[in-house]
């Protein structure tokens, strides 16, 4: 939520995602451990639990927007002031967040409260991403630990051909390389040089967060996450694993099918024709992710789909801005306002020269209002074009929820904040390149193409979704001590190799620690929002598809320019916190409940011609 935390203020808009907070008087907050009203000095009612909320809320959002300038100054230029800076406002924030969640623990138990104040209330409690103890020091420390982890992950570098590389080029280079001993070289370079020397402060902050979240009433920090969701800890993770049972078996062909692809192509000494995956010939850092590699394992004939939408955006001479102005405009063609002029002032688009920055994209909000921008180091190819797609559906998520009150300011949930603009860029189809004048008529892909174009997509959504599962399965394990301190990495390669079938290319020892070579990770950021969205964003687009009224296969619907969408939309986003995500959904969708079914049968296709494809192979990894 929008609480406070180092790790809640600043880290959610770090993540990528999520939302950053906002505010504009500091001057009238309390000091850090100061409360603005106790159970000790108001009456237990009713009413004094209404006062408490609205005293704290006035006091979190005047406190929010001097700690996102503070987040954003040192995302954007990391220096060890800007750490201090970005350090000293999270402990504050921390402070408060953890006093007032131990006392709206106790205004909950006040009989007769209506709904409202009840769920601000369960809001601040399970709010915070971590919370300090409140034993003297704990949130500094907690805070000093947390931003020196992000700063190690935005100064961190890598090789290639014995020369240091920064991060962004490291991530791209895993992309477009084919020999496997280069990607092998900047693969164990970087997680060598971000992840190893965390390991100590990783450890560390784990236990100062545990011992908050008991403080708190919580098991430990994954069950305090988890229970942020309108149901009970147990219920989410029985969501959870249902939902990816639900779509396991479609993964199981595509890695099957991908693994053969990537046999033929480097032979059995790199890459054998059965087990797990080496995780850097897939294209991605962090093996989760796989359309970068669609050359590889494109069928012939169906796989030339006829277009490359990096080589569109180059022919076209489009510049990072363009290609952010093509995003923007997406949205105002559902009838939804322009970006304000101040984003394309204040926004960090490319990456600046002569500084050290966080370059993982991200979607700020330092208002609460329309002080809107994103984070990017944006170059100029397809994966940023739908990035921008991406993130611009969390500005505008941002702005359609800017009236209401401040613990509201958030997603139905966070896996919410994440599908809105998923779903808007699978839109990204070939009529909305034509539309948009990427692409030309003549040039979309025919029917026959279709299982191409499924699969293109495929190796990016499905591919996702075992590696936004085990990224929390793993944390969760850390935080309940199922996964001690001296097993950190072997858990890790372990759950990495048992969803999503995938094996580092050279061997890994407990000296080293390869979860921090994962944003995510030292940025403190819950994954599981990552997760629904894969789930939720196919939910979102045919319900968009069927609004629109939409004939055809699901994957060539595009919603661009259809206002009845747009207001259908935007109506979902006003509401932000503050009805549980059901609520939200059933708005949208016509249905309650989560499920993959809509992402199946975008798939259904696919699959079958997987099945057929894999007929006879040794499938599986175990």
Same mark, same amino acid.
């Given at each position: 939520?929008?609480? /406070?935390?180092?790790?809640?203020?600043?880290?959610?808009?770090?993540?990528?995602?999520?939302?950053?907070?906002?505010?504009?008087?500091? /001057?009238?907050?309390?000091?850090?451990?100061?409360?603005?009203?106790?159970?000790?000095?108001?009456?237990?009612?009713?009413?004094?639990?209404?006062?408490?909320?609205?005293?704290?809320?006035?006091?979190?959002?005047?406190?929010?927007?001097?700690?996102?300038?503070?987040?954003?100054?040192?995302?954007?230029?990391?220096?060890?002031?800007?750490?201090?800076?970005?350090?000293?406002?999270?402990?504050?924030?921390?402070?408060?967040?953890?006093?007032?969640?131990?006392?709206?623990?106790?205004?909950?138990?006040?009989?007769?409260?209506?709904?409202?104040?009840?769920?601000?209330?369960?809001?601040?409690?399970?709010?915070?991403?971590?919370?300090?103890?409140?034993?003297?020091?704990?949130?500094?420390?907690?805070?000093?630990?947390?931003?020196?982890?992000?700063?190690?992950?935005?100064?961190? =570098?890598?090789?290639?051909?014995?020369?240091?590389?920064?991060?962004?080029?490291?991530?791209?280079?895993?992309?477009?390389?084919?020999?496997?001993?280069?990607?092998?070289?900047?693969?164990?370079?970087?997680?060598?040089?971000?992840?190893?020397?965390?390991?100590?402060?990783?450890?560390?902050?784990?236990?100062?967060?545990?011992?908050?979240?008991?403080?708190?009433?919580?098991?430990?920090?994954?069950?305090?996450?988890?229970?942020?969701?309108?149901?009970?800890?147990?219920?989410?993770?029985?969501?959870?694993? =249902?939902?990816?049972?639900?779509?396991?078996?479609?993964?199981?062909?595509?890695?099957?099918?991908?693994?053969?692809?990537?046999?033929?192509?480097?032979?059995?000494?790199?890459?054998?024709?059965?087990?797990?995956?080496?995780?850097?010939?897939?294209?991605?850092?962090?093996?989760?992710?796989?359309?970068?590699?669609?050359?590889?394992?494109?069928?012939?004939?169906?796989?030339?789909?006829?277009?490359?939408?990096?080589?569109?955006?180059?022919?076209?001479?489009?510049?990072?801005?363009?290609?952010?102005?093509?995003?923007?405009?997406?949205?105002?063609?559902?009838?939804?306002?322009?970006?304000?002029?101040?984003?394309?002032?204040?926004?960090?688009?490319?990456?600046?020269?002569?500084?050290?920055?966080?370059?993982?994209?991200?979607?700020?909000?330092?208002?609460?209002?329309?002080?809107?921008?994103?984070?990017?180091?944006?170059?100029?190819?397809?994966?940023?074009?739908?990035?921008?797609?991406?993130?611009?559906?969390?500005?505008?998520?941002?702005?359609?929820?800017?009236?209401?009150?401040?613990?509201?300011?958030?997603?139905?949930?966070?896996?919410?904040?994440?599908?809105?603009?998923?779903?808007?860029?699978?839109?990204?189809?070939?009529?909305?390149?034509?539309?948009?004048?990427?692409? $030309?008529?003549?040039?979309?892909?025919?029917?026959?193409?279709?299982?191409?174009?499924?699969?293109?997509?495929?190796? $990016?959504?499905?591919?996702?979704?075992?590696?936004?599962?085990?990224? $929390?399965?793993?944390?969760?394990?850390?935080?309940?001590?199922?996964?001690?301190?001296?097993?950190?990495?072997?858990?890790?390669?372990?759950?990495?190799?048992? +969803?999503?079938?995938?094996?580092?290319?050279?061997?890994?020892?407990?000296?080293?620690?390869?979860?921090?070579?994962?944003?995510?990770?030292?940025?403190?950021?819950?994954?599981?929002?990552?997760?629904?969205?894969?789930?939720?964003?196919?939910?979102?687009?045919?319900?968009?598809?069927?609004?629109?009224?939409?004939?055809?296969?699901?994957?060539?619907?595009?919603?661009?320019?259809?206002?009845?969408?747009?207001?259908?939309?935007? /109506?979902?986003?006003?509401?932000?916190?503050?009805?549980?995500?059901?609520?939200?959904?059933?708005?949208?969708?016509?249905?309650?409940?989560?499920?993959?079914?809509?992402?199946?049968? +975008?798939?259904?296709?696919?699959?079958?011609?997987?099945?057929?494809?894999?007929?006879?192979?040794?499938?599986?990894?175990?």
């Amino acid at each position: 939520m929008k609480l /406070a935390a180092s790790v809640s203020l600043i880290a959610l808009a770090l993540a990528g995602c999520a939302t950053t907070p906002g505010a504009v008087a500091v /001057a009238d907050a309390p000091a850090a451990g100061e409360s603005l009203a106790t159970p000790a000095d108001q009456a237990m009612t009713t009413e004094g639990a209404r006062a408490f909320v609205a005293a704290v809320e006035k006091d979190l959002f005047d406190l929010s927007t001097i700690s996102a300038r503070a987040g954003w100054v040192n995302a954007t230029y990391i220096t060890d002031d800007t750490d201090a800076l970005a350090a000293y406002f999270g402990t504050i924030g921390t402070e408060k967040g953890v006093k007032y969640a131990l006392e709206a623990a106790k205004w909950s138990r006040v009989p007769g409260l209506d709904a409202d104040t009840q769920r601000k209330l369960n809001i601040l409690r399970g709010g915070l991403v971590l919370a300090a103890p409140t034993t003297p020091g704990a949130a500094a420390e907690l805070n000093d630990i947390a931003t020196k982890l992000q700063s190690t992950y935005g100064k961190g =570098r890598a090789r290639h051909r014995g020369k240091e590389i920064t991060g962004d080029d490291a991530e791209e280079l895993m992309g477009t390389l084919r020999n496997p001993a280069e990607l092998q070289e900047i693969w164990q370079s970087w997680h060598e040089n971000v992840g190893r020397p965390m390991r100590a402060d990783y450890t560390r902050l784990v236990d100062l967060a545990n011992q908050g979240a008991k403080e708190l009433g919580y098991a430990d920090t994954g069950a305090m996450w988890r229970s942020n969701y309108d149901m009970t800890p147990e219920e989410f993770s029985a969501m959870y694993d =249902r939902l990816w049972a639900e779509t396991k078996p479609l993964y199981d062909q595509l890695h099957c099918y991908t693994r053969t692809k990537l046999n033929q192509k480097y032979g059995d000494k790199v890459q054998p024709a059965t087990g797990p995956i080496r995780a850097d010939l897939l294209g991605n850092m962090w093996a989760q992710e796989w359309g970068n590699i669609y050359d590889i394992v494109a069928p012939k004939g169906a796989g030339d789909v006829g277009y490359d939408v990096t080589d569109l955006l180059k022919a076209k001479k489009k510049t990072p801005t363009d290609m952010v102005r093509i995003g923007e405009g997406f949205y105002t063609s559902l009838g939804l306002p322009a970006l304000p002029a101040s984003f394309y002032e204040r926004s960090q688009i490319t990456r600046p020269e002569g500084r050290e920055v966080i370059c993982h994209a991200s979607a700020w909000d330092l208002d609460n209002k329309d002080d809107l921008r994103i984070k990017m180091c944006t170059k100029v190819n397809g994966d940023d074009f739908v990035t921008i797609h991406h993130e611009l559906g969390h500005n505008y998520y941002q702005r359609a929820y800017n009236q209401q009150p401040y613990l509201y300011l958030n997603g139905a949930n966070d896996g919410f904040h994440e599908a809105i603009g998923d779903f808007v860029a699978l839109s990204v189809t070939p009529e909305y390149l034509v539309q948009i004048g990427l692409l $030309d008529r003549n040039k979309v892909p025919s029917a026959d193409k279709d299982i191409g174009l499924l699969l293109r997509q495929a190796m $990016d959504k499905v591919a996702f979704l075992p590696f936004g599962l085990l990224v $929390d399965k793993w944390r969760w394990g850390v935080f309940d001590g199922s996964t001690a301190p001296t097993a950190y990495n072997q858990s890790w390669v372990a759950l990495k190799q048992q +969803y999503q079938g995938i094996a580092p290319p050279v061997a890994r020892t407990e000296a080293d620690f390869d979860p921090g070579a994962k944003y995510h990770i030292p940025g403190n950021t819950p994954y599981a929002r990552y997760f629904l969205a894969r789930i939720l964003q196919f939910q979102f687009y045919k319900a968009a598809c069927d609004t629109a009224g939409w004939q055809g296969p699901l994957h060539r619907c595009s919603f661009y320019g259809n206002k009845q969408v747009g207001q259908k939309l935007n /109506a979902m986003l006003e509401v932000g916190a503050s009805k549980p995500w059901p609520e939200a959904l059933e708005a949208f969708t016509g249905s309650r409940e989560m499920t993959a079914k809509p992402m199946l049968d +975008y798939f259904a296709p696919l699959q079958a011609w997987l099945e057929q494809q894999n007929a006879g192979k040794q499938c599986g990894w175990s």
